[in-house]
C-alpha cells in the first residue's frame, strides 16, 4: 500500500536557522506529493505540492524537490522564523479521482527567538 | 471564495451516544473526504463521498457512516460513541475530475471529546 515515512520530532531551531524535514514515501503509480501544515487549533493547508519527478514546489520560502530515485520529498527553508513555529505533513495522492490523500504521522517546528 | 466550513467547532458526548458532524465545501468542489486525526497523529482516511455515493473508505468500522446531499455537503455520522473516537476530525474537499494532481482544501475541524 501508500505510505509516508517523516522524521520524528519535534524540531527545535532558532531563529534564521536553515531548515530539513526528510521525508520518504512508498506508493503505486506515479503520486503526486505535498506537504501540509498545522498551525495549533486549525485545519491543514496545503503549502506546496509536486506533481512529477525533478518538479520543485515553493511556497513561503520553504521548497521540496520530487526525488523519483531516492523516493523522498525532504522540506527544506533557508531561514525560519518564529511563525512558522507548527506541524509539517508529507503526503501523497496516486493518480485517480478516487484516490485518497495519504498522510505522514507529522512533524513538530518550534522556532524560538 | 468561502473555503470549507465544518460545524459544529467542538461538542463533547457521552460515550454510547450517537454524532453528527457537518461540512460544507469549498465553492466548486464536489468531493467530500473526511479524516480522523488523533492527538498528536498525523490524519487518518474515513471514507470519501462523490455524487453522493460513498467511493473509497478507510479502515474504520461501520459505526461511521456518511452522506453527500445534493449541493455537496456531507454529514459524517458516528454511533455507539467509544472514548478512543475523541479526536479532531476533518473535511476536506476536492473537485474529482482533476484527480491526483491537486491536493485537498481542509476545513478547520471538529473536536470531538467523548466522555
Known amino acids: 500500500g501508500n505510505s509516508v515515512t517523516q522524521m520524528e520530532g519535534p524540531v527545535t531551531l532558532s531563529e534564521e536557522a536553515f531548515l530539513t524535514i526528510n521525508c520518504t514515501y512508498t506508493a503505486t503509480g506515479y503520486p503526486s506529493l505535498f506537504w501540509y501544515v498545522q498551525y495549533p487549533g486549525e485545519g491543514l493547508q496545503l503549502l506546496l505540492k509536486?506533481?512529477?519527478?525533478?518538479d520543485k514546489g515553493s511556497n513561503k520560502g520553504f521548497e521540496a524537490t520530487y526525488r523519483k530515485e531516492t523516493t523522498s520529498f525532504h522540506l527544506e527553508k533557508g531561514s525560519v522564523q518564529v511563525s512558522d513555529s507548527a506541524v509539517y505533513f508529507c503526503a501523497l495522492r496516486v493518480p485517480g479521482g478516487y484516490q485518497k490523500v495519504t498522510f505522514g504521522t507529522g512533524t513538530k517546528l518550534q522556532v524560538i527567538p | 471564495d468561502a473555503g470549507v466550513t465544518q460545524s459544529p467547532t467542538h461538542l463533547i458526548k457521552t460515550r454510547g451516544q450517537q454524532v453528527t458532524l457537518r461540512c460544507s465545501p469549498k465553492s466548486g468542489h464536489d468531493t467530500v473526504s473526511w479524516y480522523q486525526q488523533a492527538l498528536g497523529q498525523g490524519p487518518q482516511f474515513i471514507f470519501q463521498y462523490y455524487e453522493e455515493e460513498e467511493r473509497q473508505r478507510g479502515n474504520f468500522p461501520d459505526r461511521f457512516s456518511g452522506h453527500q446531499f445534493p449541493n455537496y455537503s456531507s454529514e459524517l455520522n458516528v454511533n455507539a460513541l467509544l472514548l478512543g473516537d475523541s479526536a479532531l476530525y476533518l473535511c476536506?474537499?476536492?473537485?474529482?475530475?482533476?484527480?491526483?494532481?491537486?491536493?485537498?482544501?481542509f476545513g478547520s475541524g471538529t473536536r470531538l471529546t467523548v466522555v
Open positions: 509536486a506533481t512529477k519527478a525533478d
Open positions: 476536506a474537499s476536492s473537485l474529482f475530475f482533476i484527480g491526483g494532481e491537486e491536493g485537498y482544501t
